[in-house]
């Protein structure tokens, strides 16, 4: 059973960071291809970053354009976790965040449904 749990959210003033973390089990990890949605109150679900994997040893990360610059995915294989590092957080970063998982690579990697795997979501809160 494929398992995805969240966590690291929480409440911070706009301009502050967080991380988040995503581990993953009952799944094969390396070749997997991991995401991060959103979800703000009142709007459509929202894809964040992702990071695909591309082959032996290697992934791409992705990211929208709302977050470049400011967010930073990343994995731990040896963890089984893939990461969220959320800087200079802005009141409109608010919302639910999840993980999402897939196995092998994915070219529509901004879709969900392009994932099979999801958690349950951690609230992310920016003050201003």
């Known amino acids: 059973q494929v398992q995805l749990v969240e966590s690291g959210g929480g409440l911070v003033q706009a301009g502050g960071s967080l991380r988040l973390s995503c581990a993953a089990s009952?799944?094969?990890?390396?070749?997997?291809?991991m995401g991060w949605f959103r979800q703000a109150p009142g709007k459509e679900r929202e894809s964040v970053a992702a990071?695909?994997?591309?082959?032996?040893?290697?992934?791409?990360?992705y990211y929208a354009d709302s977050v470049k610059g400011r967010f930073t995915i990343s994995r731990d294989n040896a963890k089984n976790t893939v990461y969220l590092q959320m800087n200079s957080l802005k009141p409109e970063d608010t919302a639910v965040y999840y993980c999402?998982?897939?196995?092998?690579?994915?070219?529509?990697?901004?879709?969900?449904?392009?994932?099979?795997?999801w958690g349950q979501g951690t609230q992310v809160t920016v003050s201003s």
């Open positions: 999402a998982g897939r196995s092998g690579d994915t070219v529509t990697y901004w879709r969900q449904t392009a994932y099979t795997y």
């Open positions: 990071i695909s994997w591309s082959g032996r040893n290697t992934y791409d990360a």
């Open positions: 009952g799944v094969t990890f390396t070749t997997s291809s």
